[in-house]
Each structure stands twice: as structure tokens, then as C-alpha cells.
């Protein structure tokens, strides 16, 4: 069977380049497409990591001066992924992250370095390489935005062209002078084009000029189209409703799976979740938290900052000590927020424990082990850390916003009466809505039964990317058949 060809265009590719969720869902995306008929290749930047995975592959372009230099790209296959890197290494090759040096301050070349990327996307689009023609150009996050932006502007060969953001608060805002050297025309400078309040926005023209936006939720797809949850892109996004929905992401439940994680003191599934105590017991002394297997244990997996509303879970502490709860967290970012947790636990040792850094085993230790895990966030586009809450029976405590609301269904009298909660949802996301959220997570879990239920539940619920897969695939088809008729 042959399948139908797609261009992914991602500045992250899961294991290769890593920063956020986009880099998993970039990953995990071809491999799940593939059931449904689909090719996938990925076009990263050949960042050094990306560039050493390359090592067999041949060069499929070369160019003398690509944005200031020589450039090639490659084709290959790494970790599994058919791939196209830009190995442009007067753009790519530096140390530091991927979007900034590592101080933190953000490369002063990010417009051309990612300009190059969405350039050579639609090129590829287009057919620049012989025999490689995608039916569609799917574009994620600023960083490729200005790839619809030349397949808008150059004549020629125009496939298919989706959007996907995976967080609306990183934009790609850069000044309008640099228009002629990103090789975009002066009529692209146009309310309709990639002008964005005076400047050049690469995510706004990707918005605007793709044939369809996708976001990582139904409700977070809703959430950008407000005033509240737009940030400058609302009246847009609501203009092109009819193009924008929302796909959940999904997670790979072959890393997260609680029958088989080796990475867990005691392996369990629906059928036997007694052996999680084994687990608990394990992370209380991990964290070095008082031995007590009745205590409710609450677990936050997190970056620190303030989109994930942990401050309000400072606030909260009060309330979640007096009822007689733990607090195990693991998490990085924010040095006041990291002060302020390490503080709360010096003063309550035994009760409340920090865990400082980026640790994916001990993740997997904390979700197996934990009995709930709270999720405060102000907004959240999709949450994936909720997910592998659900799968491993840890109860998700959430803030009723994004993906966290489409994903744990909140015991209310009637999702409780009708046997089919899943977590706690608050909302609005203030100080005073968690502390009730965590007030009835403890009455919830003094009903041993209910609770049982809720993890049970959740250990139900489908969290891979087989459904997510299928509405891409249909969004592919949908647009296909469009611009075919
Ligand atoms: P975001 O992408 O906004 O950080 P998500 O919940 O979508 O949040 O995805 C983050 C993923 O990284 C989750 O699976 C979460 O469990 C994990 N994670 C976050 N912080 C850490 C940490 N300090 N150590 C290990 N895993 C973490």
C-alpha cells in the first residue's frame, strides 16, 4: 500500500531534541499515523544531537549560502523517524539550548535561524527534491511558522498546509526590518499576512495563512479564542474558528505502563492495585517522607513556573497539612518558587518533601507510588503528566482548564452516582478553589471504596495515541479532499 506523504516541520523531535511537549508529539505522531495510512517524514534543525544521530545519511541538498551560509540537508533515518535535518551550522551549531545560550538569553538570530527552517519546509513542500511530493505541510509552533507564510508567497507547487500550536504564549514576535532578509516579499507585511501589532509574528502568519490550525485540545482550542486565553491572537483564531480544532495529545503506554515499568519498586495493574502500597512505601522513603501508608500522599510533577499555578499550591499548604496530607514534589525551574517549596518542606519535615531537577525515573516512582497528583495550572494546552497520573492509578487533582479538563472526569455527585469519576477538577484556578479541591480529595479518599473506583477509572481510560492518530489522520483527509476538489 502506498501511503500519503506528509512533511512535519518541528524545531524539537522526541528523542533527538527535547524541550517540551511539542517534541514528543512530533516524535510520538509518525509512528502512530503509520496504521492510518500515512508517511511521515520530520524536518528538524540539525542541531548538534540531531546532526550526530545523522551519521549514515546521505546529503540530499547542498547550498552555498543558506541565510548567511553553507548549508545542507539531509535525509536519513535516527531513533526510528524518517528525517530531514537542515544542517546549517552557522544557525544550529552552538552551545547551549536550542532557543537560547546558556545564560538564558535567547539567541539574537532566532528569526533567521528559524525563518531557514520554515524556508526549506516549504521548499520541500513545493518538490524542491525530485520525487518528494507531500499532500501535506504540517507545521509545528512559531518556529515553523513561516512556512504557510512561503507557500502563501512563492508560485508554484502548494500542498496542504496545518498549523499546530502546542502553547499560544510563545509567539516568534521579531522586528519588521528584517522582512527582506527572511526572503519574504513586501506584500506579506499585510494584516493578512505575517504582520503581527507593527512587527513580524511567525506564529500569527502561521495562523493565518495555513488551511487549517489545530491545537492540543478541544477546550484549549475554545480557551484561544477568548480574550482571556488569546494572547493577542483571539480576534484571529475566532475569525478562523471554522479551521481550528483540538486533538489531544496522547503518551506512549509502552514507557508508561505500570504492569511492565521496570523503573518501579513494585509493577501493578486494575486487578491488583494493593501492590501500589509497595510503591508508596518505596517513595515516602525515597523522599523521605514519615512511613505512614494511611497518610494521602500528593505528588506534583512539574516544571516551576507560574503557567503551572504552583504558587497557589504554596498558599494552600496550610490546608493540605491539616488534613492530614503528605507532599512529595518533583520539579525545576523558578528559584522562588524552588525557595518557597524547600522552605515549606525544612519547616515540615516528614510531611512535605522536594525533589529539585529533571528526574524521569524518579517520575515514574512518583506516579506508581503517589495517591494523587495535583495539577494547578492556569491555562495548560494539553497535560501529559495528568495522563500518566490516570494510568498508573494516581488520582489527578486539576485545574478545570485545557486538556486537564478533557481528560479527568470530576467527581461530582452525578459522575460519582453514575460510577465514572475519574479526579478533581477546580476552577477558577485561585488559592481558595484548590484548597477546596484538595479538601475533597480527602474526604474522597476516607471512602475507600469511591477511591478505588476513581483508580480504577482512570486506569480505564485510553491515554495512547490511537484516537489522536485517527483525527489527525481524518483532518489530513478532510483537507486533502478539499483542495483536490
Ligand atoms: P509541559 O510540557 O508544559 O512542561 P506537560 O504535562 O505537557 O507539561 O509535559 C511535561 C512532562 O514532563 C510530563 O510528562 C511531566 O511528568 C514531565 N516532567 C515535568 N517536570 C519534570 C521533572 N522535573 N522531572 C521529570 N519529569 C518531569
Known amino acids: 500500500m502506498t501511503r500519503i506523504e506528509i512533511l512535519s516541520v518541528a524545531s524539537e523531535v522526541y528523542p533527538l531534541i527535547k524541550t517540551g511537549g511539542l517534541a514528543d508529539v512530533a516524535g510520538a505522531l509518525p509512528g502512530a499515523l503509520k496504521g492510518q495510512g500515512?508517511?511521515?517524514?520530520?524536518?528538524?534543525?540539525?542541531?548538534?544531537?540531531?546532526?550526530?544521530?545523522?551519521?549514515?545519511?546521505?546529503?540530499?541538498?547542498?547550498?552555498?549560502?543558506?541565510?548567511?551560509?553553507p548549508a545542507r540537508l539531509l535525509a536519513g533515518r535516527a531513533a526510528g523517524l524518517d528525517l530531514f535535518v537542515l544542517d546549517a551550522p552557522h544557525l544550529f551549531v552552538r552551545p547551549g539550548g536550542p532557543y537560547a545560550d546558556a545564560g538564558g538569553r535567547e539567541w539574537g538570530d532566532n528569526a533567521v535561524r528559524f525563518a531557514a527552517l520554515g524556508r526549506i519546509g516549504a521548499s520541500l513542500g513545493q518538490g524542491l527534491l525530485e520525487g518528494y511530493a507531500p499532500a501535506v505541510v504540517h507545521a509545528h509552533d512559531w518556529q515553523a511558522g513561516l512556512t504557510a507564510a512561503y507557500l502563501t508567497y512563492d508560485r508554484g507547487r502548494r500542498p496542504g498546509a496545518v498549523m499546530t500550536v502546542h502553547n499560544l504564549a510563545f509567539q516568534g514576535q521579531f522586528d519588521p526590518r528584517l522582512l527582506h532578509a527572511l526572503g519574504l516579499p513586501a506584500a506579506a507585511f499585510t494584516h493578512d499576512g505575517v504582520e503581527y501589532y507593527g512587527d513580524i509574528g511567525f506564529l500569527k502568519a502561521g495562523l493565518r495563512l495555513s488551511d487549517r490550525i489545530t491545537t492540543v485540545s478541544p477546550t484549549y482550542a475554545a480557551e484561544i479564542c477568548t480574550a482571556d486565553g488569546g494572547m493577542g491572537l483571539d480576534g484571529l483564531l475566532r475569525g478562523r474558528a471554522d479551521r481550528l480544532s483540538g486533538i489531544l495529545n496522547g503518551i506512549d503506554v509502552k514507557v508508561w505502563n505500570p504492569a511492565s515499568d521496570p523503573l518501579i519498586a513494585a509493577p501493578f495493574d486494575a486487578g491488583d492495585?494493593?501492590?501500589?502500597?509497595?510503591?508508596?512505601?518505596?517513595?515516602?522513603?525515597?523522599?523521605?517522607?514519615?512511613?505512614?501508608?494511611?497518610?494521602?500522599?500528593?505528588?506534583?510533577?512539574?516544571?516551576?513556573?507560574?503557567?503551572?499555578?504552583?504558587?497557589?499550591?504554596?498558599?494552600?499548604?496550610?490546608?493540605?497539612?491539616?488534613?492530614?496530607?503528605?507532599?512529595?514534589?518533583?520539579?525545576?525551574?523558578?528559584?522562588?518558587?524552588?525557595?518557597g517549596f524547600a522552605a515549606a518542606a525544612a519547616a515540615h519535615p516528614g510531611r512535605i518533601a522536594c525533589a529539585f531537577g529533571y528526574d524521569e525515573p524518579l517520575a515514574h516512582r512518583i506516579q506508581a507510588g503517589a495517591d494523587a497528583l495535583l495539577v494547578p495550572s492556569r491555562f495548560e494546552p494539553c497535560g501529559l503528566t495528568q495522563m500518566c497520573a490516570l494510568r498508573y492509578g494516581a488520582v489527578?487533582?486539576?485545574?478545570?482548564?485545557?486538556?486537564?479538563?478533557?481528560?479527568?472526569?470530576?467527581?461530582?455527585?452525578?459522575?460519582?452516582?453514575?460510577?465514572?469519576?475519574?479526579?478533581?477538577?477546580?476552577?477558577?484556578?485561585?488559592?481558595?478553589?484548590?484548597?477546596?479541591?484538595?479538601?475533597?480529595?480527602?474526604d474522597l479518599y476516607r471512602a475507600p471504596r469511591t477511591w478505588r473506583t476513581m483508580q480504577t477509572n482512570g486506569m480505564a481510560c485510553d491515554v495512547s495515541w490511537r484516537q489522536s492518530a485517527k483525527l489527525y489522520a481524518e483532518l489530513y483527509r478532510g483537507l486533502i479532499a478539499e483542495r483536490a476538489g
Open 396 to 442: 489527578p487533582v486539576v485545574a478545570r482548564v485545557g486538556g486537564l479538563n478533557d481528560t479527568v472526569v470530576d467527581a461530582s455527585p452525578m459522575a460519582l452516582a453514575a460510577g465514572g469519576a475519574t479526579g478533581v477538577q477546580f476552577g477558577p484556578v485561585v488559592a481558595p478553589m484548590l484548597e477546596n479541591a484538595i479538601r475533597r480529595t480527602a
Open 273 to 339: 492495585l494493593d501492590a501500589r502500597a509497595a510503591n508508596k512505601a518505596e517513595l515516602q522513603a525515597a523522599f523521605g517522607l514519615d512511613p505512614d501508608p494511611d497518610a494521602l500522599l500528593f505528588a506534583v510533577i512539574s516544571r516551576l513556573s507560574w503557567q503551572k499555578g504552583l504558587d497557589l499550591l504554596l498558599a494552600a499548604l496550610p490546608v493540605l497539612l491539616a488534613e492530614g496530607a503528605q507532599l512529595a514534589l518533583l520539579g525545576a525551574g523558578d528559584p522562588d518558587l524552588q525557595s
Open 38 to 69: 500515512f508517511a511521515v517524514r520530520t524536518l528538524v534543525p540539525g542541531y548538534p544531537a540531531v546532526v550526530r544521530a545523522m551519521r549514515r545519511a546521505e546529503t540530499a541538498l547542498s547550498f552555498d549560502d543558506f541565510f548567511g551560509g
